[in-house]
């Protein structure tokens, strides 16, 4: 029997008072990687803290926070300061998680602030910004007061800066009354609250000060506090946003409201000095970092002051001897409340697991717009949910005495500092090319010493060979067009110069349709693009252990076709058009009884499913396209709208071609997963979800209310084990036995699978820290091959061996699987890439019944990063519901 058009997601969630409440649900970072409490980029989840949204509530966020994305735009700073609206005071939360360590509710910001803005005209506030549970996002600028003449002064020098570096070089005016801006932020992870409370002493204390020091900083500089970038983790004691993705890993995805404020805030101060406060590390740690580190710095511009700043906040929290802080041994890598005159800072003290390799921390985002920065972690961690109030005002004291050391250092060194942001922004609109840092490198750099000798050729910066554009072509070269229109929409978002090429151009070979989208590497924050566009290194043999990720190309896993063409020396690739936002080519074709459309990209599979969603009569052809008939010309129309189709005439052989295809009809989702399952198929468009876990099932299996019921597809992405002979064990084999299929990720989805009968073989599992881009092969014939990808993603690998009867490959890594990220073996090396060479990355099945089975080694549905792997997780979707 042809079973309702639903897909179950089988969730590994347990609904209970609106909670998410499963562990394992939430175990997205491999075991071995750096323990929860392990300062601000840990792996830790909070799935049992009050406040966590519902299964619903993710979907509804998800889709709101994709639709909403493309019309997120720059900050609009004032015209003058002080700018001192009255701000919304927020009702308090009974049961705010801040009660339990004495630091400051979110409730109480807004009034404190209208407060001192009452009292102050040294105090501005901006809301710049949502939470995703819709928590006002504070930027407090702290400056003297400036007309609106002085202001759009202000203004005009930041812009020089950036776009006319060398004009900005000579400006003596410039260097003489640019209020040179310092950024402070606070609380992206929720539960480390005392950067918050120690931006708020300070604020306070600045807005009073008649201290000459203070006076003459306010007078030459801007002070930006960004006082929680988590109100909502803040409130309830959860390390991640309410969308239970951790907005530190976040910064080059931007799927969190949280993320986008923090990229648009970047854009728009140009800091020259950036510190993000975290928590917490046993000793107070201040970066920077120790190897390997980020390719695209101009590393010498931004190390010797980074360096510095550090050695003079240690210097000062010694000095100050904070009743109860700790303090770093260096002759053990230990703390101690003994004063030994150290705290930590990793470029010293910790010679891997602690990097600035990969930009989707707020610190090293940040830098890549010109500023040095640094994360800071506080020391005295948390006992039970929150820290005690006792260690909350030790840390905080040691926040406030860190931020007032940092103020002064910039105020010390602005103009040292200012000259180098101005040279970071020059070599970039220059294109000049860009070689490692090496000791001989740095030899001659003014500054600090101390560092020097720490190069280290084979650990540290690796060179760069810096394109002189990237090309993502229009037309039959282009993978997706919709994937493509989304990545140019993100490259716009962080800042980065797109253009299009006004003729069609050639370059080498390759001839480039007008129209083509082009990023010129030869654009101020050239640092930037080149660490989203580029495909990265193979960093493997360089260190023991990577602090997270270790590659996240957009070229290469956002599912578009993205060309790297030519030397950043050779001359302009043609005449190219700025762009300030990406064209919309959505046509609905008229007098065309039947229309068709690609569906290669993420937003081409939202639109399918909301064309099944409106009931239209929809087919999938063989060769990757969909064909709408004529009662569903309306809601075609509403999809040019909504999501920028461009549909064609469908051909008198699409037609005929439809008698032999399967009518589509609505799918719906359950989860056994984490977040990123929940949320990417959620982007993905699909709404009608069921959460249903192995315990529901063996539950109701008697009574028929398992969440399986009408489904087709049951989607896995955590453990979904029902023991043998059980009755949930039978009743989900009847329902396969009926035509559910099953679909989803990792050897939880092998098991499922292979437990109900769908695929046979043998699975293996890749070093659980390795992660990076592999180099993959759609094999002909591959449910993939209508729009085969080069590239996907692993955290960790999987592979299959051993394929028996009826299971076939769909997928395999290449002969060298391994681009960019770091993943070797361990132990007797049959878990590194050359042990996954040519084996099958992802396997389907089929049973007699009609049910199907799609099982991915990679890892398409990874904190929703791989746009192009989650295109093709919603290709097997379909392909498996389409099997009864």
């Known amino acids: 029997m042809r079973l309702q058009r639903t897909i179950a997601v089988i969730a590994g969630f347990a609904i209970a008072a609106g909670s998410l409440t499963s562990g394992a649900a939430f175990a997205a970072t491999p075991p071995d990687a750096p323990p929860a409490d392990a300062g601000g980029r840990g792996p830790e989840r909070d799935p049992d803290a009050p406040g966590t949204p519902s299964f619903s509530d993710l979907v509804k966020r998800a889709k709101t926070d994709r639709a909403a994305k493309a019309t997120d735009g720059a900050i609009e700073m004032p015209a003058s300061y002080p700018f001192q609206p009255s701000l919304t005071v927020f009702p308090a939360d009974p049961n705010d998680a801040t009660q339990l360590n004495d630091t400051i509710a979110f409730s109480e910001l807004a009034p404190r602030l209208n407060a001192l803005m009452g009292a102050s005209d040294r105090v501005s506030t901006q809301v710049v910004g949502q939470s995703t549970n819709g928590r006002d996002l504070y930027l407090v600028t702290v400056t003297a007061p400036e007309k609106r003449g002085e202001t759009t002064q202000q203004t005009k020098w930041r812009e020089e800066i950036r776009n006319a570096p060398e004009k900005a070089a000579a400006d003596r005016q410039l260097a003489d009354r640019y209020k040179t801006p310092i950024w402070i932020s606070s609380n992206i992870h929720g539960n480390e609250w005392e950067g918050t409370d120690a931006a708020m002493q300070l604020i306070e204390d600045l807005a009073a000060s008649q201290d000459p020091a203070t006076v003459a900083m306010l007078e030459q500089h801007r002070l930006y506090f960004s006082l929680t970038l988590n109100p909502d983790g803040r409130t309830v004691a959860t390390r991640a946003t309410a969308l239970s993705l951790d907005g530190n890993r976040d910064m080059v995805t931007l799927t969190t409201p949280e993320a986008r404020s923090f ?3 970047a854009q728009a101060l140009q800091p020259l000095y950036a510190a993000d406060f975290h928590g917490y590390t046993s000793v107070l740690q201040v970066e920077p970092c120790g190897p390997p580190h980020g390719e695209n710095y101009e590393y010498d511009l931004f190390l010797p002051h980074g360096y510095a700043a550090a050695l003079q906040v240690e210097a000062d929290v010694v000095a100050a001897e904070i009743p109860g802080n700790r303090y ?15 705290i930590k800072i990793p470029y010293r003290d910790t010679p891997s697991g602690w990097d600035d390799y990969p930009p989707i921390f707020t610190a090293q985002y940040a830098a890549y717009n010109g500023a040095v920065t640094a994360t800071v972690e506080l020391p005295l961690g948390r006992t039970g949910p929150t820290t005690t109030p006792a260690n ?5 004291a040691v926040a406030k005495t860190t931020m007032e050391s940092m103020l002064r250092y910039v105020a010390a060194n602005d103009a040292a500092m200012l000259a180098d942001q101005i040279e970071v922004f020059r070599r970039g609109l220059a294109g000049e090319p860009k070689a490692a840092l090496t000791v001989d490198g740095v030899a001659a750099v003014a500054g600090p010493d101390q560092w020097k000798p720490l190069w280290d050729v084979v650990d540290d910066q690796d060179p760069v060979q810096l394109p002189r554009a990237y090309v993502i072509p229009l037309g039959d070269a282009q993978r997706s067009g919709s994937d493509a229109e989304a990545l140019v929409d993100a490259l716009l978002f962080h800042g980065i110069a797109v253009g299009r090429l006004a003729n069609d151009t050639t370059v080498g070979a390759v001839t480039y349709p007008a129209g083509s989208f082009v990023v010129d590497m030869h654009q101020p924050r050239r640092g930037l693009a080149n660490a989203l566009l580029d495909l990265g290194t193979d960093i493997s043999a360089k260190v023991p252990s990577m602090y997270d990720i270790s590659a996240w190309s957009l070229a290469y896993l956002w599912g578009a076709t993205v060309d790297k063409v030519g030397a950043t020396t050779d001359a302009p690739i043609g005449a190219v058009v700025p762009l300030h936002r990406v064209p919309q080519d959505g046509v609905l074709p008229k007098k065309a009884p039947y229309v068709a459309f690609d569906v290669a990209g993420v937003e081409d599979y939202r639109a399918l499913n909301a064309l099944l969603a409106a009931d239209a009569p929809v087919w999938l052809l063989d060769d990757g396209r969909a064909v709408v008939g004529p009662e569903g010309l309306g809601a075609a129309a509403d999809a040019v709208v909504a999501y920028d189709i461009p549909f064609e005439a469908a051909s008198p052989g699409d037609v005929a071609a439809l008698d032999a295809a399967t009518e589509l009809e609505q799918l719906t989702i359950a989860v056994a997963g984490t977040q990123d399952d ?3 198929l959620a982007e993905l468009g699909f709404t009608e979800v069921v959460p249903v876990t192995a315990a529901g099932v063996q539950a109701g299996a008697a009574t028929g209310t398992t969440g399986l019921e009408g489904a087709d597809v ?7 084990s029902l023991a043998a002979g059980s009755a949930g064990r039978t009743y989900v084999q009847q329902w396969v036995d009926a035509g559910g299929s099953i679909v989803g990720r990792t050897n939880q989805a092998y098991s499922a699978a292979s437990t109900y009968g769908l695929v046979s073989a043998s699975i293996v599992a890749g070093n659980n820290s390795g992660n990076g881009i592999v180099d993959v092969d759609t094999p002909e014939g591959s449910l993939f091959s209508a729009h085969p990808q080069d590239a996907s993603f692993i955290y960790p690998a999987y592979w299959f061996t051993n394929l028996g009867a009826g299971t076939a490959a769909e997928l395999r890594y290449a002969a060298d699987p391994l681009l960019a990220g770091h993943w070797r073996a361990s132990g007797a090396g049959t878990n590194g890439p050359a042990a996954a060479a040519g084996q099958a ?23 929703t990063h791989p ?11 379909f392909w498996a519901a389409d099997g009864d």
Request: proline letters at 1%; a positive charge; glycine letters at 12%.
């Open 263 to 265: 990229v648009a805030t």
């Open 328 to 342: 770093y041994n260096t002759a053990t890598g230990g703390t101690t409340t003994t004063n030994t005159g150290n």
């Open 392 to 396: 909350a005002a030790i840390n905080t």
């Open 678 to 680: 929940v949320l990417s």
């Open 714 to 720: 049951l989607w896995v992405g955590s453990s979904f």
């Open 841 to 863: 990355a992802v396997i389907s099945g089929e049973a007699a019944s009609g049910a199907r089975a799609v099982v991915f080694g990679t890892s398409p549905f990874f904190r």
């Open 867 to 877: 746009k192009g792997a989650m295109s093709q997780a919603a290709n097997a979707i």
